[in-house]
């Protein structure tokens, strides 16, 4: 079995409603792509699912916005963002 650690994920806006502005999400040591994280995060936490499910949910790695196919590490700083509007 793959080794298993741990990636903390700060959690903005009304994201962080549910369960507080970090979660930690088990993270296997090689890493994972962004579309994957978001499923293990659905699946640990599923107060999330409605609002990770729209799609419009961002992420950021390392200050950079990541794409689905981006590879998140462990120690890699990552942020979800939820949707915003107004003008």
Known sequence: M???LAL???LCGKLAE??????????PAAGC???ELLV???DSFPALAPLLAS???RVCLN???ARDETVVRPGDLAALFP???GG
């Open 55 to 57: 799609g419009k949910v």
């Open 63 to 65: 200050e950079t916005m």
């Open 33 to 35: 792509t962004v579309a």
């Open 2 to 4: 793959a080794e298993q």
């Open 40 to 42: 293990r995060l659905r």
């Open 18 to 27: 549910p369960h507080g502005r970090e979660v930690t999400v088990p993270l």
């Open 8 to 10: 903390v994920v700060e």
């Open 83 to 85: 949707p915003v509007s």
